[in-house]
């Protein structure tokens, strides 16, 4: 699957910008917890990269036979990646005890055979500055 709907977060405006694509070789659902299930100190989740509008899952897929499932699986926008941070200002700074998060629902996006697929290489640098508050 390949995604060029990304999120506001600070850490996809160059593939904003760009009007750059993601490779997702095995895409799987990742989202937030919604806030009305939170604690009022959780760390701050948002969503970077997700489906078009017109996005599927399905199940049984290492069955072999992939189908839609019904009050299973879902339509329409689905997210593939969070960046979640916890302490400081988030998306500005991590300052000392902050911790930052990013989640993908693709383990081989950055693999040897898929990093230069689209803007992959370019994301994993993304990721890393972000994680590393390096922003430039």
Not at 69 to 91: W, Y
Request: with cysteine; hydrophobic share 40%.
């Amino acid at each position: 699957m390949i995604s060029k709907t990304f999120g506001a977060h600070a850490l996809m405006a160059p593939l904003r910008r760009e009007e750059g694509a993601l490779y997702f070789p095995l895409p799987r659902v990742v989202s937030p917890v919604p806030p009305d299930r939170l604690a009022a100190d959780a760390p701050k989740a948002d969503v970077l990269v997700t489906t078009g509008e017109k996005g599927v899952t399905m199940s049984r897929v290492a069955e072999g036979d992939a189908a839609f499932i019904p009050g299973r699986d879902q339509r329409g926008t689905i997210p593939l990646g969070v960046a979640a941070e916890k302490g400081g200002v988030a998306g500005v700074s991590a300052g000392r005890g902050a911790t930052r998060l990013i989640v993908l629902g693709d383990s081989t996006m950055f693999g040897n055979k898929t990093l230069d697929d689209a803007n992959n290489r370019d994301f994993a640098g993304l990721c890393v500055s972000w994680l590393l508050d390096r922003p430039q």
